[in-house]
C-alpha cells in the first residue's frame, strides 16, 4: 500500500488538480483516487480507469481518452515479498472533432528506450494522464513504478497535431519546479505529479 501521506495529502491534491488544473482543459473534470484490489489467487491488480479531457491547441478543440485496464496476458511481476501483479495496458485516444488524431495502447515496453531495462523488468505501467499542451505538442505525464512502492519513473509522451509520438524520461529535478520556472511553496511539485498519475479523472 502506498505510504500513508499519500492518503493524507489527498483531500489537498483534489483540490489542486480540480480546481487549479492546466490553462485550457476543460472545467468538468472530477478526482477520485484508485484502490488496488487482489483476487482469490492472490493476484494484486490497479483498477480499471477512464478520464476524459477536452482542451484546445492551436486554436482548434480536442478530445482526449485514456483507459487503463489490468492486462492478465501480460508478464505478471513478482516483488523480492513474493507478491505478484498484474501489469496495466493503457489506451490513449485523441480526437480533433470527428478527426482522429491518435490511436494507441500502451504497455510498459513502449517506453524501453528511455527506461532502463532491469528496472522495467521489475515494474508495472502505473498511469497516462494529459499534463498540458506546449508549442511542440500535446504532453501526457506517465509512470511505470515498482508496484505498492515509491519508487517510480516518471515520463512524458508529447503527441503533435498530425500524430507523431515522441517519448522522453523526466528528470525527478524537472519536477521541483513549476511551468514558470518557480517552486510550489505549499505543495511539493513530485508529490503533486505522482498523486495525479495516481488519480483517475473522470468527466
Known sequence: MRKLIY??????????????????????ES????????DAHGLQRMQTSKSEADFKFKGKDYHSIVSRTPDESLPHIKNEMGDTYV???????????????????????????????????????????????????????ASVCYPQTDLYMPLSITITADGKMSIQKVDILEE???DDGAQDEDVNPKMARVMKILMIVVA
Open 176 to 178: 521541483d519546479y513549476d
Open 31 to 38: 478526482v477520485l483516487a484508485t484502490m488496488d484490489s487482489v
Open 7 to 28: 492518503l493524507l495529502l489527498l483531500p489537498l491534491m483534489v483540490v489542486v488538480v480540480a480546481c487549479g488544473g492546466k490553462k485550457g482543459a476543460s472545467d468538468k
Open 87 to 141: 501489469d496495466n495496458k493503457i489506451v490513449l485516444r485523441l480526437m480533433r472533432g470527428n478527426e482522429k488524431v491518435f490511436d494507441k495502447t500502451f504497455t510498459k515496453n513502449d517506453f524501453s528506450s528511455v527506461v532502463d531495462a532491469k528496472f522495467l523488468s521489475n515494474s508495472i505501467l502505473e498511469g497516462i494522464v494529459y499534463d498540458k499542451t506546449t508549442s511542440q505538442g500535446i504532453v501526457y505525464a
